[in-house]
């Protein structure tokens, strides 16, 4: 007994050292403490890509934010658009916002991809979180999930010319330019709903709850996993139709 | 920096003043990568330093994963 353990450690040892996957060792480890089974690793033509928390740009948030990063999203993207076993990618966004540039590279990576996306709004889709959502090529939001629409603010120090006003304009209009041309929503509704009054308790703008978030044409429509992944499967099953025909 | 977030700025750099992360450069194979010591020879892997796409991918080498910082 006690030598078949031994064994067992040294064929685990063995796989790290060949460069085995983590995951292949973790369930070594559970298999040896005598833990349930886990259910057998099944390969997917399917890449999960989640976005959380603060979108992170040049800046290194401190470590009390949950953060993405947009140096390691960017790289992923470019792998499952070069791999041949990956045939569509399925975008979960739970997040805040965060750095605009930082949110605009990874919404136009993932809207210039060929392989089929599709995001699912859980949670939270706020700020820059939006441009994201809507640059798959077909978005859900979960009934309870919140949409935040409000305007970009300046911070820190801001010298007060007319200047700083039309910078802030016009990085406005490129996030409100990507996300209509990327949805269903007209340009002028969406400024309406960013910069309406009465809605946030300390801010202008509009929280769109599920179905309102369809109902404007931010989302394409109300779903969940099942629908977000039956969605992506037929999505990949017509690129395959339209490649072989 | 412009943040178009729906926390209050404040909030988001609580604690920038006294946050320094000290990060090494570590090299396995082809891959660089920066790491932050968390004791006991180990780090935790920030970010791959790679132009080989496929790398991001590698499981064991997925940022916030543990790396033994001598091979």
Known sequence: ?245 | MLMYTILPIEEVLEGWDEFEPQYVELRRGNITMLVEPTGFGQGRIVRIISSDAASHLEPRLQPGCLINLVP
């Open chain 1, 1 to 245: 007994m006690h030598r078949t353990l031994n064994e067992g450690q040294a064929t685990g040892a063995q796989r790290m050292e060949q460069g085995e996957p983590m995951v292949n060792q973790t369930f070594e480890a559970m298999r040896q403490l005598g833990q349930l089974a886990p259910p057998a690793p099944v390969e997917s033509n399917i890449h999960c890509l989640t976005i959380v928390g603060q979108i992170e740009g040049h800046v290194v948030l401190p470590p009390k934010n949950k953060t993405t990063k947009y140096e390691h999203v960017i790289p992923q993207l470019v792998a499952i658009e070069q791999s041949p076993m990956i045939e569509g990618v399925l975008i979960i966004l739970n997040t805040v916002g965060g750095d605009i540039e930082a949110g605009l590279a990874i919404a136009e990576m993932i809207r210039t991809m060929s392989k089929p996306s599709v995001s699912l709004v859980l949670g939270g889709g706020h700020s820059i979180g939006i441009p994201i959502a809507v640059a798959a090529r077909y978005s859900f939001i979960s009934d309870t999930s919140t949409v935040t629409v409000h305007p970009i603010r300046l911070t820190g120090m801001v010298i007060g010319v007319p200047q700083t006003y039309e910078y802030l304009d016009k990085m406005q209009d490129r996030v409100i330019r990507f996300i209509v041309s990327n949805s269903n929503i007209a340009d002028e509704k969406l400024r309406e709903l960013m910069f309406r009054t009465g809605e946030l308790v300390r801010d202008v703008g509009t929280v769109l709850v599920g179905k309102e978030a369809v109902e404007v044409g931010l989302m394409d429509e109300l779903g969940g996993l099942a629908q977000a992944m039956e969605k992506l499967n037929a999505l990949i099953d017509e690129k395959k139709a339209s490649e072989g025909g």
